[in-house]
């Protein structure tokens, strides 16, 4: 049924097949403004913004899922099962939990570990992993090469919690887990995805580690942005 309570577009076509989700409805804004034509803005319920137009001539929508697997669930499950949606890449930010990915580095996620039930609540797998979609994630993987912007291939651990008591749990969710970043809505879109036999993949740019401490500088991380954004929508 639409509207859902949560997304107001009164009819299925005013979204496109594919939609590229950040995770902050001001990006969502700005990615449509920068890089789309004729963009119709189909989404303002609580300032989950979403806009519909195209890229290069393919009609592609961008809307936001805000902060959290609940969010991320609520969005990305009325998409699929309200409006027919059939693929989404998640665009958004992680911290870096290994020496070895750098802050700007972009990943493209393989799986993703969490401490939530979300996967068995709907899918019925009684699983805390969730994988996206692997011939999804290749293309997206193709098309990185293809434009000579280079990813890392990374489990990642998607958390419920941002601010912990024990800031080091990260070494020994990655040993336990083999997770490399954090972040905190992969599992909802993937599982979404595998509970409506769609399909799902996550780029992330490294915004912050946790091993070194470093941050990233506004501008530095709107050029890795960028680089996240042109892959997202040349896979689209
Ligand atoms: O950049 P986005 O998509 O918001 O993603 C990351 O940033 C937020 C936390 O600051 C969480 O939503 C996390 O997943
Ligand atoms: O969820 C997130 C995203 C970026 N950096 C973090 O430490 N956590």
Do not use: W
Not at 10 to 24: L, R, S, Y
Not at 92 to 99: A, E, I, L, R
Not at 204 to 227: I, M, P
């Amino acid at each position: 049924m639409i509207p859902t309570p949560h997304i107001e577009a009164k009819n299925k076509g005013d979204f496109a097949k594919t939609v590229i989700m950040p995770g902050d409805p001001l990006r969502a804004k700005l990615i449509a403004e920068t890089y789309l034509k004729d963009i119709k803005q189909v989404n303002s319920v609580r300032n989950m913004l979403g806009f519909t137009g195209t890229y290069k001539g393919k009609k592609l929508t961008i809307m936001a899922h805000g902060m959290g697997i609940p969010s991320a669930g609520i969005y990305t499950a009325e998409l699929f099962n309200n409006y027919d949606v059939d693929q989404i890449i998640r665009i958004g930010s992680c911290g870096s939990y290994v020496p070895e990915i750098k802050v700007y580095d972009v990943l493209l996620v393989t799986e993703s570990y969490c401490e939530s039930d979300y996967i068995e609540i709907v899918t019925g797998e009684k699983t805390r992993v969730a994988t996206p979609d692997a011939n999804l994630t290749a293309h997206i993987a193709k098309t990185a090469d293809s434009l000579s912007l280079p990813v890392t291939q990374a489990k990642v651990h998607c958390t419920d919690v941002f601010y912990r008591k024990n800031f080091d749990d990260y070494i020994k969710i990655h040993s336990e887990h083999g997770c490399k970043a954090v972040e905190m809505e992969t599992v909802a879109i993937f599982a979404n995805a595998k509970a409506y036999g769609k399909k799902a993949a996550c780029l992330l740019t490294v915004s912050d580690s946790l091993v070194t401490k470093e941050v990233t500088s506004s501008q530095e991380r709107q050029n890795s942005f960028t680089k996240m954004i042109e892959i997202a929508l040349a896979s689209a």
